[in-house]
Nanobody
Framework: QVQLVESGGGLVQAGGSLRLSCAATGRTFSWYTMGWFRQAPGKEREFVGGISGNGGTTYYADFVKGRFTISRDNAKNTVYLQMNSLKPEDTAIYYC?????????????????WGQGTQVTVSS
């Protein structure tokens, strides 16, 4: 079992930045590929990006490339989502997820463990 807890969400103006954190407890953190997803009201959950267990591979959705960066600190059992140049359309609940495999899946159903989510609101 892996338990995930997100933090760092909040209200920010367009063009601003936020850094989300996802702290994991349970199994060996470096075994797990980590993904970030988001879900806006009335919309389906969508892939934002992901990072492999050793941090060597990252993959991003097209709509965040160049603005968001995913990193991880396996010594701290934490994965981060640095979000820059935020837009109102980035407003959503952001979730982290984990899966015990080397590749980075982009579909939510492939992930085994989920956090409770953290709200990000970007005002115009």
């Amino acid at each position: 079992q892996v338990q995930l807890v997100e933090s760092g969400g909040g209200l920010v103006q367009a063009g601003g930045s936020l850094r989300l954190s996802c702290a994991a407890t349970g199994r060996t953190f470096s075994w797990y590929t980590m993904g970030w997803f988001r879900q806006a009201p009335g919309k389906e959950r969508e892939f934002v990006g992901g990072i492999s267990g050793n941090g060597g591979t990252t993959y991003y959705a097209d709509f965040v490339k160049g603005r968001f960066t995913i990193s991880r600190d396996n010594a701290k059992n934490t994965v981060y989502l640095q979000m820059n140049s935020l837009k109102p359309e980035d407003t959503a609940i952001y979730y982290c997820a984990a899966i015990h495999q080397r590749t980075v899946p982009v579909t939510s159903y492939e992930y085994d463990y989920w956090g409770q989510g953290t709200q990000v609101t970007v005002s115009s």
